[in-house]
């Protein structure tokens, strides 16, 4: 039943998705005006609008003047349907973890098992839009990374893929005496979590000179940033730091509520918080070492704003296994095109997508294979 539900409601959400693809890039608005053919402007009617049956009814043509609609708009509702209907599956048949603060608070399992499906199909969703922007236009607007990095934290809380890979941020709310017994630690948890975030947020701000400096003088002419981009990463880089100052402050808040669930709530977005953080910084800093190694700009900006949320999905440690994915999918890729002396190019955020999920769904595993002792959860 839930792979029915979800294939409907999946085909439904690809078609709304295939308008922000268009659209998003354009600077024009998701919302208005309402669907309508590029060739006449004719308004498309909702019964013309039904996703799949429309296309194959019509023969992919509009109702009005004939016009041809790229065959993009059957692969996109079918493809985003068959995600939603897996994910469904796999989540309302008991294989994915769910958030535990959920049912320390009496929620149901069929809620905690909602609450882990929509969160992962957004982010499914939120992969998905950014990759084929990054494929046909070489960017990933802000309107999607800069908001997603804000609400990302808040939406990973309600599953529990970050906890799949051996480590909880829960266990710094505990400590163990020489009696093997456990003792609740709040402010052991508190000095953990600010330290490592107001550490890493401010080497963050610190760094921009840097960035500045090797982007100004490690490219080659052509590639060396503008005034203009110094100015947008300078932004960006505030954006994020505020973003994550807000999740540290309601870190806080959860804390000094006090209560059992409060407090597994406030690890799990703290750990969702750390996560953000190693997204970001992994590729930062990889971006900046290549580009000194190599003499060319290494990585660019907009994927260092993609991955920090996933980072938000899959935990400090999920994150670099994504990373790391990506990197591999992009060099078996990458090398044969290189060699058949292809010249299109390929942006690297559609393999951080691929690397996100892979590591959602082998991650846990290979992590126990690579480190038993950590266990999993």
Known sequence: MALVVGLIFGAFIGSFLNVCIHRLPRNESVVKPPS?????????????NIPVLSFLVLRARCRWCGSRFGVRYLISEVAVGALTGTVCMYVFSGAAMTAPWLAEAGASVLVQQAAAAAALLTLGYFLYVSSVIDLDHLIIPDELTKSFQLIAPLIAVVCGSALTFGWDARDWLWWTDIMRDRH???????VWTFSITSGTLAVLLLSLPLARWVYSSFCPQNQRWAEADHRGFRLGVLWFVGASAVHAALVAGLLAAGTGWTLSLAAHLAQALLGSLAGWCSLYLV????????????????????????????????????????????SLVGIPMRLARRQREIPFGPYLAIGAVLAVVFGPTVNRLLFPALGGH
């Open 287 to 330: 971006g900046l070492a290549g580009t000194v190694a190599f003499r060319r700009n290494a990585m660019g900006f907009g994927d260092v704003k993609f991955l920090a949320p996933i980072g938000a999905f899959l935990g400090p440690i999920g994150v670099v296994y994504a990373f790391f994915a990506a990197a591999v999918v992009g």
């Open 184 to 190: 609740r630690d709040v402010a052991r948890f508190a």
């Open 36 to 48: 309508r053919c590029y060739s006449c402007g004719c308004r498309v009617a909702w019964y013309d």
